[in-house]
């Protein structure tokens, strides 16, 4: 039977940088915190890779950089500028509330920063400050400490419990016991970051799952926009030891580097225009322009024996030093290693990975979801950036998490809670313990290289009907036929690694899903979605969003949430909407 465990005002989801700031936005609202993580609470989550910890960033319009004593280099910027380029740099599908939310806060959030103790190293750009995503972490949890937050590390979310569309709290495996526990809640917060694991190529850590915006749906929040995802695209793929490491963009980032295709030759002017490859290779659009042409090479057949394109790195002297002065943590750990392959005259393969979620949770303003009590905040919501994120995910994380926090503290703070019936928690218990002791069927592990191949087979950064619709077949036969045979053959409960496989498995085909009845709905091209059998970018009919309703994945379209700004009204082909957009920045 699960366990009640004790109850709290606000629980938060993910200690990551947006799950310790909602922690702090609650507990400063007088609410009884707590925050749950699946590893250290500062060490795990997606923050801590932010620049793979040699040089983060966060954003802010440059007046207010000025007014922080931080740079003067951009001091004539202002939040209505910042605001225009994210909409263009967002194609125009952002909801410009949560926008205006973003560029007005985000200097609280930075100065708040500094006053908790986060080191800036820098400058990596006219709005964006450089730090270390440690030291986030480390300047958040200690905010939250003092504040009386509790924590509770290795722990996994399983799912929300709710009696009708009304938060009641979450149940979660303790993983070094496993004992299933139901902690009551008045208000819950999720904060669990992205989908990485769904794809076999990937820049994330290997708890990013997609539990939040799966558990979210099935009880009764919508999605939106799940088929924008940011693709890194120059992450190692080989060597192996090396795989998902996105140092080769470290490098493109700041300057240095040079890719090339299976026959030693650049390629990225067969795909890009010049002016638009020069911000490919100089600019922070090289995400969504790189992995473009980068796709589009490999699609050509002009990949190398690993299936992807080369970086190499001049290892002259002169420019090493330059390299190291820029970059000290190079000289350091698995870094360290990894220049010892370029400095010898080789270079690595990399190719596109997934890297960021524009699309999660669907929230307004407050963070609210259409579930009574249930909040989000973080790379687990959507609608922000809308179909491309140039500006910082950490900013995000902070502005979402504060407000998210806030919202979460005032309403659980009157509320009572909401208590579910033994039925419901018997049934979950019932759904969670399915595949334990069982001595036949596909192991969990087994069954998430199925569920990778299915989604890294459709989901690239080109993508069409056909596989679409394979995969989206693939995946039905998947959950009808696959899942609920899967066994887990230890009967020891703790630490049962079979057992959480099964467990995020659960979750996984859900936002899987989401994703690809998204993809194939959005019969356009826009931003870093991308059709090649509808590459053209449609204002006329598909500036709108893609909500996904329930967990049987019906999918509609709604205007975006447009305040200020509106686009023309074009339709024009994808790379030429794209110079238009540039040109308007």
């Known amino acids: 039977m699960i366990r009640t465990a004790e109850t709290y005002d606000v629980i938060v989801v993910g200690s990551g940088g947006a799950g310790l700031r909602a922690a702090i936005g609650a507990a400063e609202k007088g609410a009884k915190t707590l925050v749950l993580g699946r590893g250290k609470i500062n060490r795990s989550g997606a923050t801590l890779l932010a620049g793979a910890n040699i040089s983060a960033d966060v954003a802010c319009d440059g007046a207010s950089l000025a007014r922080l004593g931080i740079s003067d280099r951009n001091k004539g910027d202002t939040k209505e500028a910042w605001f225009a380029d994210l909409v263009r740099e967002g194609f125009y599908l952002n909801n410009q509330k949560l926008l205006e939310l973003f560029v007005e806060t985000a200097a609280d959030r930075v100065g708040e920063l500094m006053d908790w103790g986060m080191q800036i190293r820098g400058m990596e750009g006219d709005r964006e400050i450089s730090v270390f995503g440690s030291d986030i972490l480390d300047a958040l949890y200690r905010r939250a400490k003092a504040l009386g937050a509790a924590f509770l590390e290795d722990t996994l979310f399983c799912d929300l419990v709710t009696e009708g569309k009304t938060v009641c709290g979450v149940v979660c495996l303790d993983l070094l016991s496993g004992e299933l526990a139901f902690y009551p809640a008045k208000a819950v917060v999720l904060a669990t970051g992205g989908a990485h694991n769904l794809f076999p190529e990937n820049s994330g850590s290997t708890d990013l799952c997609g ?44 300057g240095y580097g040079q890719l090339l295709n299976k026959y030693g030759k650049t390629f990225t002017h067969r795909y890009l225009s010049p002016h638009v490859e020069q911000l490919a290779l100089d600019t922070e659009w090289n995400k969504m322009l790189l992995s473009y042409a980068i796709q589009s090479e490999i699609n050509a057949g002009r990949a190398n024996l690993h299936g992807g394109v080369y970086f190499f790195l001049d290892g002259r002297e002169d420019l090493l030093d330059e390299l190291y002065s820029d970059l000290p943590p190079l000289k350091s750990g698995i870094y360290a290693d990894i220049m010892k392959i370029f400095t010898a005259g080789h270079g690595v393969t ?20 259409a579930v009574s009590g249930l909040f989000a905040a973080g790379e687990c919501t959507g609608g922000m950036f809308g179909a491309n994120r140039v500006s910082a995910a950490t900013t995000e994380m902070l502005v979402e998490g504060a407000r998210a926090g806030e919202s979460a503290g005032l309403y659980a703070c009157p509320a009572a809670v909401c208590s579910p019936s033994r039925d419901a928690l018997d049934s979950l218990e019932e759904e969670l313990r399915r595949p334990l002791g069982r001595s036949a069927g596909e192991r969990p592990s087994d069954a998430v290289h199925i569920l990778r191949d299915i989604v890294g087979g459709s989901l690239t950064v080109l993508r069409e009907a056909g596989r679409l619709e394979a995969a989206s077949a693939k995946l039905a036969d998947f959950c009808a036929d696959t899942l609920p045979g899967l066994r887990c053959e230890s009967g020891d409960l703790a630490y049962n690694r079979e057992w959480w496989e099964y467990l995020q498995l659960r979750s996984m085909v859900v936002t ?71 040109d308007e920045l």
């Open 350 to 369: 990399v190719k596109p990975s997934a890297h960021y979620f524009e699309g999660g949770i669907r929230v307004n303003e407050r963070m609210e979801t």
């Open 512 to 582: 899987a899903g989401a994703i690809l009845k998204s993809a194939a709905a959005r019969k356009e091209s826009r931003g870093v979605h991308v059709r090649s059998d509808y590459l053209f970018t449609d204002d006329q009919s598909y500036l709108k969003n893609t909500v996904v309703d329930d967990p049987a994945l019906h999918v509609h379209f709604e205007d975006a949430v447009q305040t200020r700004m509106r686009p023309g009204g074009q339709t024009l082909p994808y790379t030429a909407y794209i110079e238009k957009v540039i």
């Open 211 to 254: 539990e939040g915006p799966a558990a979210a749906l099935r009880a009764g929040a919508q999605l939106i926009d799940m088929e924008m995802i940011s693709f890194c695209p120059t992450v190692i793929t080989s060597p192996l030891m090396y795989k998902g490491n996105i140092l080769p963009y470290i490098f493109f980032s700041t």
